[in-house]
C-alpha cells in the first residue's frame, strides 16, 4: 500500500521509525478504505502528536505505542456508554451497509447523544459513519462533523439554454481549466478577494491568525477526491421553489468545503476532545467538547469561520468560472452537508445538530444532492421530516472504497462510460467512476418521505481533481 502512504508523506508527519511506517502503511488504507487522502493524514497527525489518546485502541493502538515515551499528566474526565440508547431512525436499509449501521449505534450510546438518523447514502467513516446525523446535548464531536468543515454544494441556475451549451462548449472547458484548481495544496494563481478575509473570528484565537494567510493563499480552489466543479442543464419542475418557468437551463454546480482551514481546525479540537473527554475505546474518536467550555466555544467559533470560508470558495469559483464565459446568474442555491448547527426537535428540546455528510431538509428548505460524474443530481426541497432530524442524503454515497474502485475500473472503460453519458471529464481518476457510487435513483426512491425534487441536473462538462 506504499502507493498510497508514500515513505516523503509519512516522514513529513513525522513518522521517521520503519516500524511506526510499516504499521501506518499496513493499518490505515484496510482500515480507513473509505476516507479521503485528508482524512488520514489528519488521523496520523493526531495519533503522533497525541499517542496516549490511541493507545487502547483495537486497530490504532500498535501504531500510537510506537510514539509514547512517558507517562501523560491525567486532565481528564472518564465517560461511560449507556445500555439503553435514544431513538435512531435508518433510512434505505437495504442499501447502507452493516458497518455503519453499528458505528452508529455506537454514537447513539454516547450520554450526551438524544437522537439519530442514518441516510440512505451512508457508509463507514471515521467516528460517525458518513451519512450519519446525531442530535446532542450540549456538546460538540468534532469528529461527527468531519476533517472538511462546511464541505457543500452550491449551485447556479444561468440564464441560457441546451443551445448555448453545445455552442460554447469549448469556452466552458477553457474557463474551468483556467479558472479553478485542484488538490490538498495550492491555489489560484491570481490572488482572490472575498470580505470573509477580513472576518474578526481570524483575531479570535492562535490557530485561526496562524491560518489567516493559508485561507487567503487556497481561497476559491477546490480539494481532491470527489470534489468538482461541472457545467450541465438542470431541467426544473413545475411549480418550483425557485419559481422560475419550468424548463431546462443551463447550470454550473461545484462541490468543495473549507480546504485547510477546516482541516487543521477539526486536527487540533479533535486533539483537545479526545484529551479531555476519555471514553471506552471503541467510540474514543466520538469524543465531545462541552458547549460551555473555552474550547467547546472556540471550535464553535472556528467552524462557522470555515463554514463561511467554505461559501466564500464557492462564491468565487461561480464568479470566476461565469465571468470567463459570460454568463448570468438567475437564481443560486447552496447547501452544507458536514457542519453542526443549534436546532430544536419537535418536543422543543434545543440540541446541537451534526450532520456529517447530509443535506439539511427543513419544511421547504432547498438543497442539491449530487450523483457521480455521469448521472443526475437533484434540487430538492425539505419535508421536515422529524425522525430524519430535518435531513436527507448528500449524495449517492460510495458502494466502493478508493482502491476497490482503482481495481474494478481501467481509465479507457471509463472513457468509454463518458462518451456514453455525452460527459467531457478534465482530470479526475478512475476512483470517483460511476461504479464506485450508489444509484442515485435508487438513494432518492429511499427517501422520498424525505425530501420532493424540484428539478434534475445532468452534467455535461466536469472538472475534478486529477489523481
Not at 472547458?173 to 482572490?192: D, M, N, S, V, Y
Not at 470567463?324 to 430544536?344: I, M, S
Not at 445538530?353 to 432547498?366: C, S
Request: hydrophobic share 40%; charged share 20%; with cysteine.
Amino acid at each position: 500500500m506504499s502507493h498510497f502512504l508514500k515513505t516523503k508523506e509519512l516522514s513529513r508527519l513525522g513518522y521517521t521509525n520503519d516500524i511506526a511506517r510499516s504499521l501506518a502503511t499496513n493499518i490505515i488504507p484496510r482500515h480507513f478504505r473509505h476516507e479521503s487522502k485528508a482524512a488520514w493524514i489528519t488521523l496520523l497527525t493526531n495519533i503522533k502528536n497525541q499517542p496516549e489518546t490511541y493507545v487502547n485502541d483495537e486497530v490504532l493502538g500498535k501504531l500510537a505505542a510506537t510514539f509514547i515515551t512517558e507517562e501523560q499528566p491525567c486532565n481528564y474526565q472518564t465517560f461511560s456508554l449507556l445500555e439503553q440508547t435514544g431513538r435512531l431512525k435508518v433510512y434505505g436499509g437495504k442499501e447502507v451497509e452493516h458497518s455503519a449501521k453499528k458505528q452508529m449505534e455506537l454514537a447513539m450510546s454516547l450520554p450526551v447523544t438524544v437522537q439519530g438518523a442514518l441516510m440512505p447514502d451512508a457508509h463507514t467513516g471515521y467516528g460517525l459513519p458518513i451519512g450519519g446525523v446525531l442530535a446532542t446535548r450540549r456538546a460538540v464531536i468534532p469528529y461527527a462533523v468531519g476533517v472538511d468543515i462546511g464541505c457543500r454544494m452550491s449551485l447556479s441556475i444561468l440564464d441560457e439554454g441546451p443551445a448555448f451549451l453545445k455552442s460554447h462548449a469549448y469556452q466552458m472547458k477553457c474557463a474551468l481549466k483556467e479558472h479553478t484548481h485542484f488538490g490538498i495544496e495550492g491555489g489560484l494563481e491570481r490572488a482572490q478577494d472575498h470580505e470573509v478575509l477580513d472576518h474578526e473570528a481570524f483575531d479570535a484565537t492562535t490557530l485561526l491568525k496562524r491560518l489567516q494567510m493559508k485561507a487567503a493563499r487556497q481561497l476559491g480552489s477546490s480539494g481532491s477526491g470527489n470534489h468538482f466543479v461541472e457545467f450541465g442543464l438542470i431541467e426544473l419542475h413545475e411549480d418550483n421553489g425557485l419559481g422560475l418557468p419550468a424548463k431546462t437551463y443551463m447550470a454550473l454546480l461545484s462541490h468543495s468545503g473549507s480546504r485547510g482551514l477546516g482541516a487543521n481546525i477539526a486536527q487540533h479540537y479533535t486533539r483537545i476532545a479526545m484529551d479531555t473527554c476519555k471514553l471506552p475505546r471503541e467510540a474514543q474518536s466520538l469524543a465531545w467538547l462541552d458547549m460551555d467550555s473555552e474550547a467547546g466555544q472556540e471550535y464553535w467559533l472556528s467552524m462557522n469561520l470555515a463554514g463561511d470560508y467554505a461559501k466564500a470558495c464557492h462564491d468565487r469559483i461561480h464568479a470566476n468560472v461565469l465571468k470567463a464565459v459570460g454568463l448570468q446568474v438567475l437564481v443560486r442555491v447552496e447547501n452544507h452537508h458536514n457542519f453542526a448547527w443549534k436546532d430544536t426537535l419537535a418536543d422543543g428540546s434545543e440540541v446541537i445538530l451534526h450532520r456529517k455528510g447530509a443535506t439539511p431538509a427543513h419544511e421547504g428548505e432547498l438543497g442539491i444532492i449530487p450523483g457521480s460524474m455521469t448521472t443526475a443530481a437533484y434540487l430538492v426541497a425539505g419535508k421536515g421530516q422529524g425522525d430524519a432530524l430535518y435531513s436527507a442524503s448528500h449524495g449517492a454515497g460510495r458502494a466502493m472504497s478508493r482502491k476497490r474502485a482503482r481495481e474494478n475500473m481501467t481509465a479507457s472503460a471509463l472513457k468509454k462510460m463518458l462518451a456514453e453519458a455525452g460527459v467531457t471529464l478534465i482530470g479526475g481518476s478512475v476512483e470517483e467512476n460511476p461504479t464506485a457510487y450508489k444509484d442515485i435513483e435508487r438513494v432518492m426512491t429511499a427517501q422520498q418521505e424525505l425530501v420532493s425534487i424540484q428539478g434534475k441536473f445532468m452534467p455535461r462538462i466536469v472538472r475534478m481533481n486529477k489523481e
